[in-house]
């Protein structure tokens, strides 16, 4: 399954924005989840939602501000982030994740990446 991120860009503190993720096959199976990097870090994982879309996941630093969904018939994963602060700026990915699991699913069991969205948060 290939992924592709869409909907990242530059806005001002506390815009909005949705990044998109768009399969090339079926993950109504899979966990699936959002990645951030900045220059010099890991990659570190935003936000998860579980194969059935019963569970999701937040960082703390996100909690109340992102919201991820998942249209498993069209096969797409959806980040939407309001309040956006200077801190979220960074390169974010959309990652496959197990089959059959649950939110926030094991940290290494990311199979597929994007090629990633750049945001850029300026105060």
């Known amino acids: 399954v290939q992924l592709v991120e869409s909907g990242g860009g530059a806005v001002r503190t506390g815009d909005s924005l949705t990044l998109s993720c768009a399969a090339s096959?079926?993950?109504?199976?899979?966990?699936m989840a959002w990645f951030r990097q900045t220059p010099g870090k890991e990659r570190s994982l935003v936000a998860s939602i579980g194969w059935n879309a019963r569970t999701a996941y937040y960082v703390d630093s996100v909690k109340g501000r992102f919201s991820i969904s998942r249209d498993n018939a069209k096969n797409t994963v959806d980040l939407k982030m309001n309040s956006l602060k200077p801190e979220d700026t960074a390169v974010y990915f959309c990652?496959?994740?197990?089959?059959?699991?649950?939110?926030?699913?094991?940290?290494?069991?990311?199979?597929?990446w994007g090629q990633g969205t750049q945001v850029t948060v300026s105060s």
């Open positions: 990652a496959l994740g197990r089959p059959w699991t649950a939110a926030p699913g094991p940290r290494g069991g990311f199979t597929s």
């Open positions: 096959g079926s993950i109504s199976r899979y966990l």
